[in-house]
């Protein structure tokens, strides 16, 4: 089996309760969204096919404990789901960050899924897997990207109708350069909303700059 991987490279992750931890990123190419704030529109296409084997070969000569697997959106190739097992079996701990319009039902259950569910700022709210909520377990998190006030109201109110931050860890975070993160960061302690407030330390650290 092949994957048609855009790029694999070590760096700090930069969100979710892992932020901060040394950490193996394997992007693959390719996603069936166009979310307004996309930041990896590069990673739509372009890339190479490689095998399973020589993904974890590439992934073990970093040698670091933690190993996240993006994309664009990387359930969109089937063999993602062998992937992400292989990984599991070869000791690794592993993430998986999906945009939500996939089924995880098939995901390993020792993945930690860091699940988006789309707000109607991002353009894809149509697209959400609602069922996927269903499938939470307690080392998975839910993240909703808020592009204004009005998405922050809206994933008020979804968490509060489904109850999402009793099954797992939930995260606010705001489009970068769109929304101040101060400003979310009042809005959540004004209501006591039981959520992580998140920036992506890679782009504080880096700035925009891919394969970081």
Not at 2 to 17: A, P, W
Not at 142 to 153: A, H, P
Request: with cysteine; hydrophobic share 35%; glycine share 8%.
């Amino acid at each position: 089996m092949k994957l048609r991987v855009y790029e694999i490279f070590h760096s700090l992750q930069g969100e979710s309760s892992r932020i901060g931890l040394p950490t193996v990123f394997v992007r693959l190419t390719g996603c069936p969204m166009r979310c307004v704030y996309c930041d990896t529109e590069y990673a739509f296409s372009g890339g190479g096919n490689m095998t399973l084997d020589e993904i974890l070969a590439r992934v073990a000569g970093y040698g670091t404990r933690y190993v996240t697997v993006t994309g664009g959106e990387p359930l969109a190739q089937k063999a993602c789901f062998d992937l992400l097992r292989m990984l599991c079996d070869a000791g690794y701990e592993v993430s998986l960050e999906t945009g939500g319009a996939i089924d995880t039902t098939d995901v390993d259950t020792r993945v930690a899924v860091i699940l988006d569910v789309k707000t109607p700022g991002s353009g894809e709210m149509a697209n959400n897997v609602w069922s996927n909520l269903e499938h939470l377990k307690p080392q998975d998190e839910v993240k909703f990207v808020l592009c204004d006030r009005q998405d922050y109201e809206w994933a008020k109110q979804i968490l509060t109708e489904r109850g999402i931050a009793d099954q797992c860890s939930v995260l606010f975070s705001p489009v970068y350069s769109q929304v101040n993160p101060t400003e979310l960061a009042d809005w959540i302690l004004q209501d006591r909303l039981p959520v992580r407030m998140q920036v992506q330390l890679h782009k504080i650290l880096w700035g925009e700059t891919p394969g970081k």
